[in-house]
Nanobody, 116 residues
Framework: QVQLVESGGGLVQPGGSLRLSCAAS????????MRWYRQAPGKERELVAM????????NYADSVKGRFTISRDNAKNTVYLQMNSLKSEDTAMYYC?????????WGQGTQVTVSS
């Protein structure tokens, strides 16, 4: 079955960096676009970044452009989110998602807290 496992979250000071990972299994990873979302307390879940199958097409939310970088390693079945220049407003639970056969699959999330 499809499984997505996020890791790499934690507590970081403003201006710091974190690298999130999402390890995928149960499907042909290289054939699917991957997405990172986040959800802050009291807010709706929002799309942060998307990467196509071979990494040719990449999109970011305006709020993270120039600070976050999404990438993937199809040999390792893993998608990454490098987050630099973190701000307090980046505090949220971060999730990866894949859509396979019109079904959305989500990981359990990893918490990112940006605070001094």
């Amino acid at each position: 079955q499809v499984q997505l496992v996020e890791s790499g979250g934690g507590l970081v000071q403003p201006g710091g960096s974190l690298r999130l990972s999402c390890a995928a299994s149960g499907f042909m990873f290289s054939s699917y676009a991957m997405r990172w979302y986040r959800q802050a307390p009291g807010k709706e879940r929002e799309l942060v970044a998307m990467i196509s199958t071979a990494g040719v097409t990449i999109n970011y939310a305006d709020s993270v452009k120039g600070r976050f970088t999404i990438s993937r390693d199809n040999a390792k079945n893993t998608v990454y989110l490098q987050m630099n220049s973190l701000k307090s407003e980046d505090t949220a639970m971060y999730y990866c998602k894949v859509v396979k056969g019109r079904v959305e699959y989500w990981g359990q999330g990893t918490q990112v807290t940006v605070s001094s």
